[in-house]
């Protein structure tokens, strides 16, 4: 029994276990796929500092990280195939959802896939070891097979929209300030271009991401796209709403000839009223989620402390009394 018992809890931490791995493998090769600085970026910090120790070990890890993803580029289309979708809607909803987590590769959507087919053949084969060891074929040893598939299948989504939720948090919490800095650039003379690109110099420590989305858009302004485009695309790409409405005021004051900098401010001060009202939101729930753990946690300890004594000293008393009655 005892070692029947040692087995079951065995094979109960094996789903975690692989679980855990393919979430940190998955993890892993995202960020490979859209993480990390510029290799342009890390050439020059490498050429600034020749000599430093950090600049080798940078330039050692980046060419296994690059030797690693071209490995999962190259056996990404194969695995990615029996899975992708023909309709163009679907394709560009995938797409977009990559772009919110900041994976805008062209191989992005195919490596995704093949991690997702990845996942659910590991999961596969879980199910099937966990098949074997069942003594008996029954709706629990299905489910047992059946279920481990499901999560290694849908554990790169979960990941994606983790990171995508991540990545949309900081955006929402820096644009009022990178609209300030516009407001003052704009106001000081300066282009809603030259305002963009000075906006991505500057937050580049402070808020990389958003520095990053302003940089690109910067970019695709210079190579000659037009400005509507390139601001209907950046509120797509980021997937906040705040930039989506701020992408709106921008392409009507660009429209109707009004001041640029104005709306700006005014959709800045309205950001800030947005995140001072969910701020007070979130306080104003906190005594109403204290309520659970109060109740299940504290007042029982409480009651205890309090109560059992005297419950003891009842106890004792009055058990001899009423049994000499």
Partial sequence: MILAAGVISFQSLIPLAVFIGIGAFAWWAFGLIGGGHSRAAERLDELRHPGSQRAREQGAAKKKSERMSQVIQ???????????????????????????????????????????????????????????????????????????????????????????????????????????????????????????????????????????????????????????EVLHELGVRTGVSDVRSLVGVIIQADKFGSSVAQALRVQSDSMRVRRRQLAEEKAAKTAVKLIFPLVLFIFPGIFVVLVGPAAITMIREMLPTMRGQ
Avoid at 77 to 106: C, W
Avoid at 146 to 161: G, K, N, Q, R, T
Avoid at 182 to 200: H, I, N, P, T
């Fill in 74 to 228: 190259s056996a990404a289309p194969a695995l990615a195939k029996p899975l992708q979708s023909q309709d163009k809607k679907t394709v560009d909803r995938l797409k977009t959802r990559l772009a919110n987590a900041g994976f805008r590769g062209e191989t992005a959507s195919t490596v995704f896939l093949g991690l997702k087919f990845i996942g659910l053949l590991v999961g596969l084969g879980i199910g099937g070891i966990m098949l074997l060891r069942a003594e008996h074929i029954n709706e629990k040893a299905l489910v047992g097979l059946v279920l481990p598939a499901v999560l290694m299948f849908y554990l790169p989504s979960i990941v994606l929209f983790l990171i995508a939720k991540s990545r949309q948090q900081a955006i929402f919490l820096g644009l009022p300030d990178a609209l300030d800095l516009m407001v003052v650039c704009v106001e000081a003379g300066l282009g809603l271009d030259q305002a963009m690109r000075k906006v991505s110099e500057e937050m580049k420590k402070i808020y990389p991401i958003i520095a990053e989305e302003f940089g690109l858009a910067n970019l695709q302004l210079q190579m000659g796209r037009p400005r509507n």
